[in-house]
């Protein structure tokens, strides 16, 4: 549905996107994720056609999006960062206008109507949007992206500025609506797009870093993930017991947390797993375990790891990926977690 | 282009500038005639000459706000991300406020009414002078148009676009300062309040009609490609 080959973008001389490729299939909902200035609302305001690019080429259900804008354009329905509305205007007026700039087919009122129950501003259909809080102005541009039933949805950051439950039933309404739409979604919000995207693309300074399911991507890094366990004991005694330990690489105090039990943070060797290990070592010397966990890698995570590993390269590296054998590193990683579900995951899913 | 004329055009008296606009109109064609009126004069198209400074002074208000205002509240990318044409969100933009200038000599026609049903008078003369009007204000509000899509604030646009405006209209009274013979020449001719005067003569003046539209014309086209540049900024 959308194909982005080899795009670059300078402003100036300012490289804002940096051969950046992807496709995204017909009925996909994929998340952007990258901090501030990673080059996100570039790539979509490139797909939308309000900016032009450098180098590269993109193109929306096969149509070039140079050569015939304004097709492109019609199968999209966007929702920038900052909702563009006419604040003079009155919600249904602005809806109304959106509908006519569209070149919109579908009966007016009707259609109209529907998309306001669906977001649920019906109730201020004749407020002035000057008028209106934040959350709701970033629903009449939800709104206006989705006049005309586009096929395609871009929406940056959609739920900036919603209460906790406006932002559940907007999540609710892009899971909906990615059922029969393609959806491209950015968001700081990272369990938002744990929770709506079956794909996350993570870029960085303008490179795309990683481009996998949520689930896979957790995966890939959790080899290197340490163990946290609660017991109650001597702080010191207890961290040369557990370094005693054949496969662990090194064990730190978290600090008291409860009376007279402490939180240790074991990291194994390599990709060992030493959950036995330690259970029984701890037994073995009298001590009570509280809670033993590993220390899950959630989005969050992966997303500061890979942000701050310094370059992409390094960011790349993390994932075990090269730049050119993105793809068929995906495919294998996939395999081989599939093979090993449910078994003790922080085993060998380095592609 | 028609959801976007409607837009504009509504837009204006959702805002007192429309109303302040027509008002100055309003108020100065009525004295003028009043004035025409004491003296006895038949012909009404001195009095829309005369409205060329009131002109000046207003077309910057018209099209300040025309695509600066978009662009300092963003909304310029649900204009340039719909399924329509640079050049018909330009044209879209200039007809309204070419609508609302129009309107703005509204009154001058009711005056002419009201004079020719006492005394014969030379329609066509009015009509032309009242042509020519339009034709000024599309030239201008055209400049106005480039100068507000430069920019994104609404005052400096009509601040530029006031001196534009004087500098444009009047630099025929700056012509003998030139020494340059020929350069004279051509700011005495280029200066659009010659042209508008050529109009009051009773005559269908092509050379001057040519001048405006190709004026207004080749500043739209600009404003298009002033929008097209920013996408590639």
């Known amino acids: ?351 | 282009m028609t959801a976007i004329f409607k837009r504009e055009f509504k837009a204006y008296f959702r805002t007192p500038i429309g109303y302040i606009v027509l008002a100055a109109y309003f108020m100065f064609l009525g004295i003028y005639f009043s004035l025409i009126y004491s003296y006895g004069s038949p012909d009404l198209s001195s009095l829309l000459l005369a409205m060329s400074v009131v002109v000046t002074f207003t077309v910057p208000i018209i099209t300040m706000k025309l695509m600066s205002e978009d662009r300092r509240q963003k909304v310029d990318q649900v204009l340039l991300t719909s399924p329509v044409k640079l050049s018909g969100i330009v044209l879209g933009k200039f007809f309204a406020a070419l609508c609302v200038y129009a309107i703005g000599f509204s009154p001058a026609v009711i005056f002419e009414i009201i004079v020719a049903s006492y005394v014969s008078v030379n329609v066509l003369s009015f009509i032309y002078s009242l042509f020519g009007m339009i034709l000024l204000g599309a030239a201008l509000i055209s400049i106005g148009m480039l100068i507000s899509s430069l920019t994104e604030s609404p005052v400096i646009s009509a601040i530029l676009t006031l001196v534009v405006n004087i500098l444009v209209l009047y630099m025929s009274s700056f012509s003998s300062m030139v020494k340059i013979s020929w350069l004279s020449a051509i700011i005495e001719k280029a200066a659009f309040i010659s042209a508008v005067e050529s109009f009051g003569k009773n005559v269908f003046s092509i050379p001057d009609i040519v001048y405006f539209l190709s004026i207004t014309a080749a500043f739209l086209f600009l404003c298009v490609r002033s929008l097209e540049k920013r996408r590639w900024a």
């Open chain 1, 1 to 351: 549905m959308i194909e982005v080959k080899s795009l670059s973008k300078k402003y100036g001389s300012y490289l804002a996107v940096d051969d950046v490729s992807f496709s995204i299939e017909k009925g996909e909902v994929v998340g952007f994720l990258g901090p501030n200035g990673a080059g996100k609302s570039t790539i979509m305001n490139i797909i939308t056609g309000y900016l032009s690019f450098t180098k590269g080429n993109v193109s929306v259900d096969g149509i070039d999006v140079i050569d015939n804008p304004e097709a492109a354009k019609k199968r999209i329905g966007y929702l920038p960062e900052i909702p563009p509305l006419y604040t003079d205007m009155k919600v249904k007026e602005y809806l109304y206008f959106i509908y006519d700039l569209k070149k919109v087919k579908f009966p007016k009122a009707p259609h109209i109507n529907e998309i306001m129950r669906l977001v649920k501003i019906d109730n201020v259909s004749n407020r002035l949007i000057k008028n209106l809080s934040k959350g709701y102005r970033q629903r009449v541009g939800f709104a206006g992206a989705l006049v005309g039933n586009p096929d395609v949805l871009i929406l940056d950051e959609p739920t900036v500025g919603l209460d906790p439950k406006q932002i559940i039933e907007i999540r609710n309404l892009i899971s909906r609506l990615g059922k029969n739409h393609t959806i491209i979604l950015s968001s700081h919000i990272l369990s938002e797009i744990q929770a709506v995207c079956e794909r996350v693309i993570i870029i960085n300074k303008g490179q795309i870093i990683a481009d996998d399911t949520p689930d896979n991507l957790a995966r890939k890094l959790s080899y290197d993930t340490s163990l946290v366990a609660r017991i109650v004991c001597d702080e010191k005694d207890m961290i040369s017991t557990l370094s005693g330990i054949d496969g662990v690489s090194s064990v730190t105090s978290l600090g008291k947390k409860e009376n007279g039990a402490y939180d240790f943070n074991i990291v194994p060797e390599g990709d060992k797993d030493v959950r036995a290990a330690v259970f029984n070592k701890v037994k073995e010397s009298g001590k009570t375990m509280l809670s033993f966990s590993s220390d899950a890698v959630s989005l969050e995570q992966i997303f500061l790891r890979l942000t701050e590993a310094g370059d992409n390269e390094a960011a790349r590296k993390i994932l075990g990926i090269s730049k050119d054998d993105n793809n068929s590193a995906d495919t294998a990683a996939q395999t081989q977690i599939e093979e090993s579900e449910g078994e003790n995951s922080d085993s060998d899913i380095q592609a």
